[in-house]
DNA sequence: GTCTATATAATGATAGAC
DNA sequence: GTCTATCATTATATAGAC
């Protein structure tokens, strides 16, 4: 009985490097068992309802990050601008300074109204939640707030894009700074 | 020998959906077949290289759409705010509102440095450049109006994905209605 | 130019040894 | 928990009739 050679949140980890790279079909089994280290055996008995299964775990793994890079930094006590840099610090960090896509985007997709679909949505909401709430701590009444966050999450998962198909991570970078005067009052 | 059931035109129309709602990965041959009612067999008929060949010729007749519904009316004759309003309209129109989603996303997944990625980039940035020039007109200098431009990109593109994602257009209404604030000095 | 039928390759998934 | 070997299915792609 070998010993396990990755931690589950390893394997999740690198999972949710290929599914944000390759999206749901173009990450294929052999692709996955390359990228992860593990073979295909290996990945079924982690995971034994295959891909559909990974990809709910990655997300249920996503849930986490989310929660500790955006949800509790922006949801605790302080001052909203403080807060706020604290959320950019961390996605700036998660998105190689904007090199690497989002898995809300690379995901979604595959998903129509399926499980997986459902679940990018709640995140996608939560993260706006979450954005909605520092602005209106700064003032915003509460549409113009929901709107403000709204507006901040397309310019994140724009700048992505953006950065992404003309190579140039300064797209992002501007996005990330803008964000303040974006969401504060 | 049966007349064409589709014009060149239309079978890379319904060519365009398929490939920007399912990506490159997605759209499979069967799937292909189906959404544009020709079999396999005609469909290697019109392009012999395949799926590569159709995302090429696809994306040549995205050139004729970009011309015709952004560059044209931004670089011809009028005032800024008018000819910023003729592009709104008709990526309002191309976008089904914010119902469907950017094929130089969709596509980008699968884009590495070949041949339909540096065409992806391309595109983008004529998109980006046409933008930047209402922007000077309208009195910004280079270097603003060109960061206008890119965010602008951004706006659209983040207003897309976030707008698929929590499945709700007003989202993508509100970037577009922001944009001449956004281009314009 | 389109069709049916088929060849060939890659995919997701499993069995059984260790 | 991981491996090699293999299965069944689906994929891309082609041949040849009409």
Redesign the pocket.
Known sequence: ??????TRDEILARLLEVFRSRGYEGA???LISKETG?????L???F?G??DEMVAEVLKHVDGILEQFVIAPLTGAGAPEAKLNTMIKNIDQFYCGGEKGCVLDSLSIKAGSDASGIKLKEQMKAWIKAMESVSKESGCDAREARERAEEAMASIQGALVVARAIENKSVFQRALKRLPEQLLK
Do not use: E, I, R, V
Request: glycine residues 10%.
């Open positions: 009985m070998p010993a396990p050679l990755l294929s089994m052999t593990l073979g295909k055996a290996s079924y008995h982690h034994p295959g891909k």
